[in-house]
């Protein structure tokens, strides 16, 4: 979508969470899950923040990279251009202490499988506990 429909659809309140990352716009549709599901959401700390302010039951996870070293490679191999690579490590940077503070949990991803299993048990755990964490 444009720029303009996507503000416009921010005013109407279409999104639940939305953020301008790197000077681009993205944004999580209100979802409308089946009773009982549960909604995981892949969103940068912008976002988190609204998650948390509009829905104060909910669980940060923070998921960082084992490094930065191993974090360039990972934007490097999937094709991104340098300066993108950069300014997203300066962002990243920025982020990580604020992250920290935010979230409930920290997993690092250096291993795939792991990281899955780990956010499972977090879910897993989570599932079923009222807002005030009983």
């Known amino acids: 979508m444009t720029p303009e429909e996507f503000r416009r659809r921010v005013a109407d309140g279409g999104f639940l969470e939305w953020a301008e990352y790197l000077g681009n716009l993205y944004g999580t549709p209100v979802p409308d ?16 923040e609204q998650i948390l302010a509009a829905c104060p039951g909910a669980v940060v996870i923070l998921l960082l990279p084992p490094s930065e070293e191993v974090q360039r490679a990972r934007l490097v191999a999937r094709g991104d251009p340098a300066d993108h690579v950069s ?20 997993v690092v991803n250096a291993d ?18 009222d807002v005030d964490g009983s």
């Open 33 to 48: 899950p089946p009773a009982g599901s549960d909604v995981l959401l892949e969103i940068d700390l912008q976002g988190a």
């Open 87 to 106: 300014r997203r490590l300066d962002k990243g940077r920025e982020e990580v202490e604020r992250g920290r503070k935010l979230a409930h949990h920290v």
């Open 112 to 129: 795939l499988q792991q990281a899955v299993e780990e956010l499972a048990a977090i879910v897993a755990e989570t599932r079923g506990k």
